[in-house]
């Protein structure tokens, strides 16, 4: 049970690790025509998340049972394109102020979820050791 | 572990700031050059960015900047009244290079800001990458 705990921010940390990548990219693309602005959405990421794994169709108990979660690649947390605030006429809908509030957000709750997951580690090791 | 990628990404956008920060200098430095051939004044240069999809993932939104080439402005050259200028044609005119001096100044600024913003990327991104490895202790 306590290790169903830890997997909930491990997963959590990897999609704030994989947002974080898209954000700097979009950051780092803020002056390059034609670049569209992309971002993840948690509400769809946070759902293939507890829709749990997904298992292949076996017809016979010999064939290998392969499981995976759509959370787990990032073709699963579909990437959308930004819709820009106002037109750019080099067609780039990077807007810098909205992706660094974006990243500073996301760095955020990214040590939030890496301090919940040191409370729980901590809790773990004391339960382990006891009392000193 | 994928936030890395970060540093390549945002690695390759101050490298491609700086040549723009480089050629606006270079710019800046020939903007009053002058000669009488106009085939050897001094043209204003800007750097052609693009995005990089060769190695890094373009699938998972993650696309570092490159260089595609730097472009000769192609605006018209100025014909200044200079009856000094040693290479002063008969009606005393000579050209003087294209370069645009508050155009460059905004790439300059721009440049700039966009530089700290990458870095301040790399930080933020340093900082967690550490505590993430003291996770625990």
Not at chain 1, 16 to 32: E, F, G, K, P
Not at chain 2, 27 to 53: C, E, I, M, Q
Not at chain 2, 57 to 70: F, Q, Y
């Amino acid at each position: 049970m306590e290790l169903n705990v830890l997997a909930t921010h491990e997963r959590a940390l990897t999609f704030r690790a994989m947002r974080n990548r898209v954000l700097a990219s979009n950051i780092a693309n803020a002056d390059t025509p034609g670049y569209k602005a992309r971002d993840i959405e948690f509400g769809a990421a946070l759902k293939n998340a507890q829709a749990g794994p997904q298992r292949m169709a076996t017809t016979s108990d010999l064939h290998l049972k392969g499981s995976a979660r759509a959370s787990d690649s990032p073709a699963g947390n579909r990437l959308k394109y930004r819709v820009p605030a106002q037109p750019t006429l080099d067609g780039n809908t990077v807007d810098t102020d909205v992706e660094q509030a974006a990243f500073a957000e996301n760095a955020l709750m990214y040590r939030a979820s890496l301090a919940f997951l040191d409370g729980r580690i901590r809790t773990i090791r004391y339960a382990l050791k006891g009392a000193d | 572990m994928s936030l890395f990628d970060v540093f390549d990404t945002a690695g390759s956008a101050m490298s491609a700031q700086s040549v723009r920060m480089n050629v606006t200098s270079s710019n800046l430095a020939n903007a009053g050059s002058a000669s009488g051939d106009p085939d050897k004044v001094y043209r204003a240069r800007h750097p052609v960015f693009a995005t990089f999809r060769d190695t890094l993932d373009d699938r998972a939104g993650v696309t570092g900047v490159k260089i595609e080439g730097v472009v000769e402005s192609s605006a018209p050259l100025n014909l200044v009244y200079q009856p000094d200028h040693p290479e002063a044609d008969e009606a005393g005119n000579v050209y003087v290079s294209n370069v645009n001096t508050v155009e460059e100044m905004v790439n300059m600024i721009s440049a700039s800001r966009s530089y700290k913003n990458n870095v301040e990327i790399i930080n933020t991104t340093k900082e967690l990458l550490m505590q993430t490895l003291s996770l625990g202790r």
